[in-house]
């Protein structure tokens, strides 16, 4: 069984930075890309980052200049630092990541359960 849990959302007010961290555990014998979607109320849920196995970055263009992601493969860990906060940049914040769970197995995709991020003054 894989587990992705996610960690480090909260209340901060605009302008603050946050990092938030998700650990994947479990029956892991490889993890591909791993990323970074969120979901604002009422809205659909959006791609903000994803990050190869290599480190190579690609991000949504709305996304470019406030966030960056980043990964401990040692850890088996994806961060998302958000830096100079918005109201808009209220959501909830999902982690993913492709995951291999023994040598012949295929890749498949596990979501974590998200973690509340408000800005707000």
């Known amino acids: 069984q894989v587990q992705l849990v996610e960690s480090g959302g909260g209340l901060v007010q605009p302008g603050w930075s946050l990092r938030l961290s998700c650990a994947a555990s479990?029956?892991?014998?490889?993890?591909?890309?791993m990323g970074w979607y969120r979901q604002a109320p009422g809205k659909e849920r959006e791609l903000v980052a994803t990050?190869?196995?290599?480190?190579?970055?690609n991000y949504a263009d709305s996304m470019k200049g406030r966030f960056t992601i980043s990964r401990d493969n040692a850890k088996n860990t994806v961060y998302l630092q958000m830096s100079s906060l918005k109201p808009e940049d209220t959501a909830v914040y999902y982690c993913?990541?492709?995951?291999?769970?023994?040598?012949?197995?295929?890749?498949?995709?596990?979501w974590g359960k998200g973690t509340l991020v408000t800005v707000s003054s």
């Open positions: 993913n990541a492709a995951i291999k769970v023994r040598l012949f197995a295929t890749m498949a995709t596990y």
């Open positions: 479990g029956s892991i014998f490889n993890i591909g890309d």
């Open positions: 990050i190869t196995s290599g480190g190579g970055p």
